[in-house]
DNA sequence: GTCTATAGGGTGATAGAC
DNA sequence: GTCTATCACCCTATAGAC
């Protein structure tokens, strides 16, 4: 059974989600993680605190994660666009908390705190993948590339049919200076 | 003097922009238009009806800028990544538009038309760089781009300094077929 | 056409029982 | 620690004056 703190903020991601800000209300929040108000608001003691709490999730996850582009087997290009694709991330993983933060980065007072947050994960994102690939313009395309996929997730438009992740990759490959040996037998770029 | 109903969308659009869809009431959105909350929903008799009039407002300007990406002195793709960088949209533009309709695309039931309305204006961005580019694959990376810097501007994260829309557009421009002649004097890629 | 006043519903937060 | 009950506030929408 894990803890209501986490089932709380996991609820709180989902709701942000699917059914953005507006509906990710104290009671929705306590009732998608069956906890009642009451004990909802005794682990965060305000919305703000809620907020908070995912930021500091949002920090956490996002620094694993950096450490994982730097480390993954496939490249860090590769990780990264995998894993900003739609239905990429896994579960406890920064993709989710990445996107649900994305919904409450608004101009208001909290605002200010979530955007300082997401500036962090940018630049962690981005460090991360000019430790590979050194080239600074290459780094930042490859980066805007997994965030145009973000913002696909966001809206939830399908990608176009035509078009695969895997394509996308194997165009990028090319691209690249040298991506580490191996690969996950990509199809070939047909064109 | 231009029109109330227009004020009306453009204060809508500024405060979604500036201070989320929380913050964007009819009281907002009136006072900010300088009208009273009754003239307001004299013109938007709900505010459904306001979002309806956004998406409405979003498929023109969307149409509009779909012959403006086609007939781009520069080409598409430097039209298209100029426009979507902070601060690269026009005024009555496409942009502020498309920027504030993302703010309201949850998962509520208005929100599932918000939705419908972005795919459109995907799918005809895409066509629009799809007919200059010929290869899929490469107008797609196009449009990842420059979607990429438009979630740059919806969070407010500043770009990295040492990278500019000019340096990326420059290299970008290494990976195309072969862009229209001439071009505005970008800068060499240093690379 | 544009305004004021108000009804009705929902949200964040507090108090206090268990 | 977790719950129920309740308050004060704000938002949308309507009714009706001008």
Same sequence: chains 1, 2.
Avoid: C, N
């Avoid at 990028?172 to 200076?177: A, D, Q």
């Amino acid at each position: 059974m894990t803890g209501a703190r986490d089932r709380v903020l996991d609820a709180y991601e989902t709701l942000l989600i699917g059914h953005g800000p507006g509906s990710a209300t104290l009671d929705a929040v306590a009732a998608a993680a069956e906890v009642s108000k009451g004990g909802l608001l005794y682990h965060f003691a305000s919305k703000d605190a809620l907020v908070t709490g995912l930021l500091d999730r949002l920090r956490e996850r996002s620094a694993a994660d950096a450490d994982a582009i730097r480390t993954a087997p496939d490249g860090a290009v590769d990780y990264y666009i995998r894993t900003s694709a739609p239905g990429g991330g896994q579960p406890g993983g920064v993709t989710r908390t990445y996107l649900a933060v994305l919904r409450i980065a608004d101009g208001s007072e909290t605002g200010q705190a979530v955007r300082e947050a997401l500036a962090v994960v940018h630049a962690e994102e981005y460090d991360a993948l000019h430790a590979e690939l050194a080239d600074p313009v290459l780094a930042w395309i490859a980066q805007l590339v997994g965030d145009g996929l973000y913002l696909r997730t966001l809206t939830g438009t399908p990608l176009p049919t035509e078009l695969t992740v895997d394509a996308l990759l194997a165009r990028m490959r090319r691209y690249l200076p040298d991506t580490p040996a191996g690969g996950r037998g990509l199809p070939e770029d047909p064109a």
